[in-house]
């Protein structure tokens, strides 16, 4: 039985699913302080099984189970979601900054020789 192969495969990557907005967890965090992370929310993982798809999400302190058989699952959808947009639209505007103080400091040490 040494050689069995394992009963489930777990796919890479992992998810999060947030109960509460992040930008509202680092506005709560200046009037809760550290309690604010009971509200960051769920973990999400997915595992491959013979006859299903195995969801785990866990908090922290306790792990759910959702199983998908794979008859019952008619398409998987990929999306965008509006906090993607926002990060990306923070990642832009931190690297629009740097470029534009690289551009405008007259430092010698930077014009080079």
């Given at each position: ?41 769920r973990r ?26 794979y008859r ?36 010698p040490v930077?014009?080079?020789?």
């Open positions: 039985m040494a050689n069995a192969a394992p009963p489930y495969r777990r796919l890479s990557g992992t998810g999060y699913h947030y109960l509460v907005p992040p930008w509202a967890l680092v506005l709560l965090f200046f009037v809760m302080g550290i309690f604010v992370l009971l509200f960051r929310g999400t993982q997915l595992w491959l099984g013979p006859e299903h798809l195995l969801l785990v999400e866990t908090d922290g302190y306790r792990e759910y189970y959702k199983r998908f058989n019952d699952i008619q398409a998987f959808i990929i999306r965008k979601t509006p906090q993607g947009k926002v990060v990306n639209g923070l990642l832009a505007t931190i690297a629009a900054l740097l470029i534009f103080f690289a551009i405008v400091v007259a430092d930077g014009g080079g020789v």
